[in-house]
Every structure is written in C-alpha cells, then in structure tokens.
C-alpha cells in the first residue's frame, strides 16, 4: 500500500464490464504499465467444419451423380456454383448434402465450411451479422479484427472469399435472401444450400436444384438391412418390405423404425409394421424418446406457410388421396380456381405437394398424415365437412358431365338440367370422357365412401349412377361391386326406390358378368320389387331387361326372349326409342342363340337404326359383334368377319377391354374354318384384353389356348 498516503481507504475505483467483448480484456483498478499482445489477424490452419457423415446412408447415387456433374460445369470466374438441395422434412436432404461435402473435400483446399442457420437460441434462426462472423473466425480473422457493422463485415468476406476454392454449405436456410450476401466471389468456390423449401432467390439468381424424396422400396430395405443386419431383414423380407412402405421411404421414418427394433432384437419386423398399419398411431410411433419424428420436422415447416396456405394444407388432408386435380382442391377450399393454384404452387415449393408433369397433385402418405392431424386440431368440424361437400359435389358434377359424354340421354337416376347448369363441360368427346372417369375411380371412390360416411345418400346414390359408363365399358369388377353395394345400402337409408331399383339392376349385372348368378338373381329380385312399387313404368322397363340378360347368362334363351319382349312392348310403351333399339339387340342375341339367326338379323337391323338416330357409337359396336354372329351362323363369313372388324375399331378405341376380347374370341372362331394360326393369335389377342380388364374369361381362355398348344 506503499505511496498511497493516510486516505486511501476514502477512495472508491470502477470495475465493471458490460456488452459483448471479443477478445481479451483487462480489468484492474489501478495500472502503472501495460503491455499488450495484439493476437496476429491470421491464425494458422485451413477449416474443416463439415459435421460427420450420416451413420446408414443409401441409394442417393443419381442425386450425388447431378451434384458431381454441376460441379464440372464451367461458371463465371467470379461466382461460385451454387446447388439447392431442397424436399420435405425427413427426406434426408442435410445427409445427401454432408455426404457429398466429405466426397468432394479434397477439391477444396482452402477449407469447407459449414453453418446451420437454425441453430439460433430458441430456435428463431442465425442473424446474418453472425453468420458472417462465423464464418470470418473460420477463415483466420481474430475475433478482435471482425467489424461490428454488417456492411463491412461482407466486405472482409468478400476479401477474404476472393478466388480461392471453398467448400460453404449452409443448411435449414429458411428464406433466399440470406444466401446471396454469403456467396465468395469466386468460380472456384461451390455453395451448397439445404432447405425444406424451394427458395425462389438463388433459383432466379442461377442455382441449380436437387430436389430430394422418399426412397424405393428395395432402398429402404437397404437401409433396414444396415440398420439391423442383413440376415435380420432377408429372413423377414416381405415384413420388410411392408415396414418400408409404411414409413413411406422417408429416411427419417425409416431410422426411428430401425432404431426401434435395434433396440428390440427380439421382435420380428411385421410387429412394428402391423402396428404402423394404424394411420392414427403411424407419426406417433415414428417419433423418437426425445419427441423427434417425422410429425417435428413436418410442423417447422407448416409454421412457415402463410395462414390460407396452411389452411389449404389441413383441407387436402382430409381425403385418402393419391393424385388430384387442382380443380379439386379449389373446390375443396372454396376458393376461385387462380387463387386456389397460387397456394397449391406455395405448398409445392415448400414440398408438401408434387405437381407432375401431367398438372395433377400428388401428396405423400406421411405428409397427408401430418395435414389430417393439423386438420383435426386447427380447423372446426362444420368446416371440415363443408369443405368435403364442396368436394363430393365437384367429383359428383365431373362425373355428370362424363356421363353425358359418353352416353348421351339415358334412363339415370341425377337431374342433369338442375345438377349442371350454368356449368360449362370439359370433356371433349366420350373417349376423353371415359379416360377422366378410370383415372378419377380411385377418388370417385372415396367420394363415396366420404359421402356416406356423412350420410348423404343422394350424393351416394347419384355418384354410383354416374359411374355406370365407365363400369359397363370398362368393367372394373371390385370397384363396381363396391361402389354398388354402397349405393343400394343409400337408396335404402333414403327409402328411394327409383334409386333402389336402378342400381339394383347395375349391381346385379356386375354379378352377371362375374357369372355369380345367384347373386345377380337376387339383386334383379329386390330391383323388380323396388321398380313396381315406384310405379315409374321405366324402371320397370330396365328391371324386366336385366333379368332377361341374366337368362341369356345363363343359357335360357326361351326364357330370355320372353323377358326381353315384354321388356321391348315397355319400352315402345313410353316411347323410348334408344331403350326399344337395346331390347332388339339383347332379342336378336337371344335368337341367334337359338338358331334363328335369320330373324336375328331382322331384329338387330332395327336395333342399329335405333341407335344411329340416338348417335351412340358404342351400342352401334356391340349390335356389330352380334351381327358377326349372326353371319357366321349363316355361313356368310366374309359380311360377318367385316361387321366385327368394325366393331373392333370402335371397342379399341374406347378401351373397352371385354368388348376387344369377345370380338377376337369371335375372329377365332372364323378363322379356325381355314386358318389354324390365325386363330391362335385371335385367341392370345383376347386373352390379352381380358386380362387387362381383369374378366373371369381369362382362365377359360387360358385354358383353351393351352389345351390347344399340347
């Protein structure tokens, strides 16, 4: 205490220190000589700051193969490549961009850097005052020589950047506007940017994608196998196989599943597969002990989007959908058909969705999962079953619509003036029209379901008569079953019996064709009853006529004219002209079949006439083929090989596969009169059609094709 004199102890010193320091400081209350060593600017050694690789990585070679190839691509001297790696949460896109950031090192001598840009406290994200910070401390500047201010930081970046070749990868990047600032100004730097999103900025700027997926089956197996062994997952292959599926070939979905059963060695795989099948338990169960899953990574996402964008999400999560129109989702929304493609554009990007090049919208099972339960949380009942209505009605309107395409008036169930006015049709023609409703069946399908799971029968009902063009052309047996055993179960809950009696008799044609003809008696039973007591005259008219077909099935062909003729006299009864030419085509059948094909030709001459004046192709092709029979009864080979090849043209055309099938059958038959090869290839021509329309003909035929070849 020398030198202080009597008072010191009065005498009261400052020692505080505030703010952030970079550096070494000093604090002291009293210095007489200070020396300080300013640490150099530059510190030795090159950086190194990839993370490690992923433990299980598979099956990302095309992708590694796209990043390899853009990196050989030349570029302007002073901007460095930047690649987009890019796809939804669980995809696996920080493991693609990390492994091929450890491949590719070596050619990047002057270091590789990374930072996550997610990595903020809190979880709100990284300021790119920081970032830029950072990434000068990884390049040798000294904490002490970083500038406060954000401009001249860039500016040390920019100097410090300046053609060397670096390795910057920047993952979890929430918005485009932080890359560009970050970018060396050099050609022989390369920036790998990982986003669940597809930033509109470097794209416009130049930047090359990679758009990352789910992996194939035979991959994720791969990746089950290094998780678990390999003599683990072959021993249980189809398990696996089925695990795989259920967690979509989602990486993420795919470690957790592993990780579970690594864990558990002693369960076989199909136990947490089985449990998986459970759709309200899957994203639970692909959550980690920590809360970590496909459900996490999922939510950041869906926090990014805009409140209509979220909402659209939660909407379309509400139908087991595959694949839709964005006319759908507009409808389902309730929105105008532009603003409605807008969000879907915002959820493509943000790879919620997939559009394909055909502009039909895909959604993935896990995802569809994830909107369901947003739905479930975020949006009310009332609004939710809205929405489904909205979208029942749409598919019940395009299928109106298809249906008038295809078959122009006939006897149906819906009221096409009242149901399709004011609407404009979008189908061109009826083989345009047909096309719509085979690739809508899976959805058409669901309406159906959706729409009596709600209890709307009539939408039920009149969804079911809609789909009559497509059943009676080409087949779809399960889905026509199915469908019709919904809409009769409707027409019941509703006491129609108009309904009742009409699908009724689709029904029992459906078990007609199957030749399950107990079945189809009992459908036509019930539907005969149904039509008489709606006391409408052309329900009556139809019911008669399904039973007589179900006669000709059967080989009663007496029985068959008898019914057919009453039903004819009904027919012409109510003026029907289409509904007459039907009854003379089924009548001309019937007596051919009973070797009168003379006046078969009779009857079906008048059926063709019928049904020109009404411009319906299809029947026209049909009439043709039993023409053909008819001629070939009579031994007018040439007349009945011309009418059936005619015929041919039109059912081809329409892929009405049945129809090609019976039209080879009967080209065979001509043929075997002279033309033994000939018919072998009529006959595997059928075979071929009949198994595309998945008809009980197909073994029969096979049968006979290999009887014939022994």
Not at 101 to 109: C, W
Request: aromatic fraction near 4%; glycine fraction near 10%.
């Amino acid at each position: 205490m020398d030198g202080l004199g009597p008072n010191t102890e009065s005498l009261r010193f400052g020692n505080d220190l505030s703010g952030t320091v970079h550096g070494p400081a000093v604090q002291s209350g009293h210095i007489q000589t200070l020396n300080l060593t300013v640490p150099s600017a530059e510190t030795i050694g090159v950086p190194r700051q990839l993370p490690p690789a992923a433990q299980w990585f598979v099956n990302r070679s095309a992708e590694m193969t796209m990043l390899d190839r853009l990196m050989a691509s030349p570029r302007h001297p002073a901007r460095p490549l930047v690649v987009l790696i890019w796809g939804a949460g669980g995809m696996g896109k920080s493991a693609l961009g990390i492994q091929w950031a450890h491949a590719a090192s070596a050619q990047f001598p002057d270091g590789q850097l990374y930072v996550d840009l997610a990595a903020g406290a809190g979880g709100e994200g990284v300021a790119l005052s920081d970032v830029v910070g950072q990434l000068l401390r990884a390049l040798g500047v000294s904490a002490v020589a970083v500038p406060v201010a954000l401009r001249e930081r860039l500016e040390v970046f920019r100097s410090r950047t300046a053609g060397r070749r670096l390795l910057l990868v920047l993952d979890n990047v929430p918005h485009g506007a932080l890359v560009e600032p970050l970018l060396p100004p050099s050609g022989k730097s390369v920036v790998v940017v990982i986003s669940h999103r597809r930033l509109s900025e470097p794209i416009d700027d130049g930047a090359e994608e990679v758009a990352v997926g789910p992996l194939g089956v035979d991959a994720a197996v791969r990746l089950l196998q290094h998780m678990l062994g390999p003599a683990r997952v072959t021993e249980q292959d189809q398990a696996a196989r089925e695990l795989a599926r259920r967690c979509g070939g989602v990486p993420l979905a795919l470690r957790i599943a592993g990780g579970r059963l690594r864990l558990r060695r002693t369960w076989p795989l199909v136990r947490l597969a089985e449990e998986l099948a459970v759709e309200g338990r899957r994203l639970s169960l692909l959550s980690d002990q920590r809360g970590r899953g496909v459900a996490t990574a999922l939510d950041l996402t869906y926090r990014d989007l805009s409140p209509a964008a979220a909402r659209l999400y939660r909407l379309i999560g509400l139908v087991d959908w595959g694949e839709f129109e964005p006319g759908a989702v507009a409808a389902l929304a309730g929105l105008p058909a532009g603003e409605a493609e807008g969000l879907a554009d915002v959820l493509a990007d943000h790879a919620l969705i997939e559009v394909g090049d055909d502009g039909l919208l895909r959604l993935h099972d896990l995802i569809r999962l994830h909107a369901r339960e947003r739905a479930l949380r975020d949006e009310e009942p009332d609004g939710r079953a809205a929405a489904l209505r909205r979208l029942v009605l749409w598919y019940l309107r395009g299928a109106a619509f298809a249906d008038s395409a295809v078959m122009g008036e006939r006897l149906r169930l819906a009221d096409h003036d009242g149901l399709l006015r004011g609407w404009v049709t979008p189908f061109e023609g009826d083989v345009q029209a047909l096309d719509w409703l085979e690739r809508e069946l899976p959805n058409l399908m669901t309406m159906v379901k959706v729409a009596a799971r709600h209890g709307w029968d009539s939408d039920v009902v009149l969804l079911c008569d809609a789909l009559w063009p497509l059943f009676l052309q080409r087949k779809h047996y399960v889905d026509w079953v199915a469908s019709h055993r919904e809409g009769v179960a409707a027409a019941d809950r509703a006491g129609d019996l108009r309904a009742q009696a009409r699908l009724g008799c689709q029904l029992g044609r459906a078990h007609t064709e199957l030749r399950e003809y107990d079945q189809a008696a009992a459908a036509y039973e019930r539907a005969e009853a149904a039509a008489s007591a709606s006391g409408d005259r052309r329900f009556v008219a139809s019911a008669v006529e399904f039973s007589g077909r179900l006669l000709f099935e059967k080989g009663d062909y007496q029985g068959a004219i008898e019914k057919l003729t009453r039903s004819r006299e009904l027919h012409e009864e109510l003026g029907d002209l289409r509904g007459t030419a039907l009854q003379r085509h089924h009548l001309g059948r019937a007596l051919t079949r009973t070797g009168r094909a003379a006046e078969a030709i009779g009857e079906l001459d008048a059926a063709m006439r019928g049904m020109v004046d009404v411009g319906d192709e299809y029947n026209q092709a049909r009439i043709r083929m039993s023409l053909g029979e008819a001629y070939r009864d009579l031994g007018r080979y040439a007349e009945a090989r011309g009418q059936l090849e005619s015929a041919l043209a039109v059912m081809a055309r329409r892929d009405a596969h049945v129809q090609v099938g019976r039209i080879h059958e009967s080209l065979a038959e001509l043929a075997a009169t002279g033309d033994d090869a000939g018919a072998k290839s009529q006959l595997h021509a059928a075979l071929a059609a009949y198994e595309r329309a998945g008809s009980p003909e197909t073994e029969r035929i096979r049968a006979g094709i290999a009887k014939s070849e022994r």
